[in-house]
């Protein structure tokens, strides 16, 4: 009888322990999840306000060029153009993946606001992309000598999605997280802000309908928003990180000692 008892000991044991173990890794894979999250919301808006930035330090042609001037600054700075697309793919894919994160960890995917959320992640990576593909045109079709192709491709890349980004891309993204954002993993400030920030690319949307000084306030949104994915990637980051150690410095901690009750003297 004894033997079989502790048979049934051993393998009633492994069982329990696999639960433990697999939780330890869902939370473990949890962090490495925020923190990488966090480090692509740290990227990803480097990357823009270097797109933004670069052309204006570097005589871009903005409007009014004919094609032939488009033709052979596109030939002289055909590494602008690619680096300029690679910039702008590479810098929004990254910011996404930090909204990702932040809808991941709010644990509001599947409600109203996630899906929001979702459907402007999607839009605005669509929108960003197929604005790329034209600034990468224009070097592609310069080389090409095709004058025609050359203005079509730079005026889309250079006026057109500035005007189209405010409209549906911006204001969806920020008001579904907005909404979707818990006060457990950002201070309520950052979705208060995120709201704020959203109504504000609404006005600028429909202002840049209208004339450049609209544009302009759909290019400087662009920047703002860029900057408010970057205080709040550093916020998440910095979380995670005190997060981080005090689990670390909780594993550390040695044990406390239990008192066990004395048995009552029978004299």
């Known amino acids: 009888m004894g033997s079989d008892a502790d048979e049934t000991k051993q393998t009633s044991a492994p069982p329990s322990e696999g639960p433990a173990r697999a939780s330890n890794w869902t939370d473990d894979w949890g962090r490495r999840a925020l923190h ?27 409007a009014g060029a004919s094609p032939h001037q488009l033709i052979s600054y596109a030939n002289s700075h055909t ?3 690619y680096a ?26 599947r409600q109203m606001a996630g899906l929001v959320t979702l459907v402007g ?36 890349s ?12 911006a204001p969806l993204l920020f008001i579904g997280i907005g909404y979707a954002l818990r006060p457990s993993v950002l201070h309520k400030q950052y979705a208060n802000s995120a709201k704020i920030v959203a109504a ?7 202002a840049a309908v209208f004339g450049t000084p609209g544009l302009i306030f759909a290019i400087v949104m662009s920047v703002v928003q860029a900057l408010w994915i970057l205080t709040a990637a550093v916020a998440l980051g910095v979380s995670s990180r005190r997060t981080r150690q005090a689990l670390g410095n909780a594993s550390h901690r040695p044990p406390r000692a239990t008192a066990h009750p004395q048995a009552p003297n029978g004299g």
Do not use: M
């Open 36 to 62: 990488w999250g966090a480090w692509a919301g740290v990227t990803g808006p480097i990357l823009l306000i270097i797109y933004f930035a670069v052309p204006a330090l570097a005589g871009w042609p903005y």
């Open 158 to 169: 250079n006026g057109v999605f500035a005007r189209i980004f405010p409209l549906a891309p």
């Open 79 to 81: 590494l602008l153009f």
């Open 200 to 206: 504000l690319f609404v006005v600028a949307g429909i």
């Open 121 to 156: 992640c999607a839009v605005l990576l669509a929108v960003v992309l197929i604005e790329a593909a034209f600034l990468e045109a224009v070097p592609a079709a310069a080389h090409a000598k095709d004058p025609a192709t050359v203005a079509t491709a730079f005026a889309l």
């Open 84 to 109: 300029g697309g690679w910039l702008q793919a590479t810098g929004a894919t990254l910011s996404i993946l930090f909204f990702l994160t932040l809808l991941n960890h709010s644990g509001t995917a």
